[in-house]
Nanobody
Framework: VQLVESGGGLVQPGGSLTLSCAAS????????MSWYRQIPGKERELVAS????????YYANSVKGRFTISRDNAKNTVYLQMNNLKSQDTAVYYCNAALGIRHYWGQGTQVTVSS
């Protein structure tokens, strides 16, 4: 099983980034896919999720209206489009695949929002 994130980097406040997470080794289409983020010294927090069944989405209040999660089951990839980025969005972003009690994690990608 592999989840490989990409697309992180340094961006100015107000800018945009798109994160990608390429999955392999499991049946991607039946898993709920999520993005989490973590700041050093703090707990990992859920940013956004997208279900397998009907593509329903969930967003943390802090990112609602700015971030969009999507998935391409043909490419086994989940995306996180991040717009109007703020300094508070600076964190390591992790991709997660969940099915019941089964969870898989990526290695994380750093997003830094700074002028």
């Amino acid at each position: 099983v592999q989840l490989v994130e990409s697309g992180g980097g340094l961006v100015q406040p107000g800018g945009s980034l798109t994160l990608s997470c390429a999955a392999s080794g499991f049946t991607f289409s039946i898993y709920t896919m999520s993005w989490y983020r973590q700041i050093p010294g703090k707990e990992r927090e859920l940013v956004a999720s997208i279900t397998s069944a009907d593509g329903s989405t969930y967003y943390a209040n802090s990112v609602k209206g700015r971030f969009t999660i999507s998935r391409d089951n043909a490419k086994n990839t989940v995306y996180l489009q991040m717009n109007n980025l703020k300094s508070q969005d600076t964190a390591v972003y992790y991709c997660n695949a969940a099915l019941g009690i089964r969870h898989y994690w990526g290695q994380g990608t750093q997003v830094t929002v700074s002028s």
